[in-house]
T-cell receptor, first 114, second 111 residues
Framework: DSGVTQTPKHLITATGQRVTLRCSPR?????VYWYQQSLDQGLQFLIQ???????AKGNILERFSAQQFPDLHSELNLSSLELGDSALYFC?????????????FGPGTRLTVL | DQQVKQNSPSLSVQEGRISILNCDYT??????FLWYKKYPAEGPTFLIS?????DKNEDGRFTVFLNKSAKHLSLHIVPSQPGDSAVYFC??????????FGTGTSLTVIP
């Protein structure tokens, strides 16, 4: 158990809809990272927040947005969903900084868009 | 554009033998490399890393080799154990910025 929790574990929705994925980081961790893993794809970095502020942005679509709240939990909002958005979405947290070996991953949310 | 590539989607190895997982990258500015291990229904967990100033890093049964001229990274597991069966991802970054992950290699260690 990494200490990072993600809800829900599974989500099935239809094209055009909007969903929110939630992540609670490990206690004491200030950074939250979001990754997308599509079929046959590696982990694609989406976005990072550090202590409530956006720190880095990766391959995140304009239809997607995220935020980190004062209690440090984070939400990833996906809107106008398309079939290609079906993927595993991972959240990771770290105390700070950029080094990936400090990142602890949650179990992921599997999103299926029908 | 995939900057980090793992060209072997799967690998099967007999227990006790050596497992060699390979990773190639295209960006010569990458200076930090990692391997992650992932079991089903779990998130990836950090395994081992190497900085570009080194060509080898060892941690128990796991050794990572870096060949900068070939832009090639490999993970050796000796001896392989059934519990090593998992998906292995390599990742790379430049100056601690965004990390780029490969597509993963599924290792099966046969008892």
């Amino acid at each position: 158990d990494s200490g990072v929790t993600q809800t829900p574990k599974h989500l099935i929705t239809a094209t055009g809809q909007r969903v929110t994925l939630r992540c609670s980081p490990r206690s004491g961790d200030l950074s939250v990272y979001w990754y997308q893993q599509s079929l046959d794809q590696g982990l694609q970095f989406l976005i990072q927040y550090y202590n409530g502020e956006e720190r880095a942005k990766g391959n995140i679509l304009e239809r997607f947005s995220a935020q980190q709240f004062p209690d440090l939990h984070s939400e990833l909002n996906l809107s106008s969903l398309e079939l290609g958005d079906s993927a595993l979405y991972f959240c990771a947290s770290s105390v700070g900084g950029h080094r990936a070996n400090e990142q602890f991953f949650g179990p992921g949310t599997r999103l299926t868009v029908l | 554009d995939q900057q980090v590539k793992q060209n072997s989607p799967s690998l099967s190895v007999q227990e006790g033998r050596i497992s060699i997982l390979n990773c190639d990258y295209t960006n010569s500015m990458f200076d930090y490399f990692l391997w992650y291990k992932k079991y089903p229904a779990e998130g990836p967990t950090f395994l081992i890393s190497i900085s570009s100033i080194k060509d080898k890093n060892e941690d128990g049964r796991f050794t990572v080799f870096l060949n900068k001229s070939a832009k090639h990274l490999s993970l050796h597991i000796v001896p392989s154990q059934p519990g090593d069966s998992a998906v292995y991802f390599c990742a790379a970054s430049e100056a601690g910025n965004q990390f780029y992950f490969g597509t993963g290699t599924s290792l099966t260690v046969i008892p």
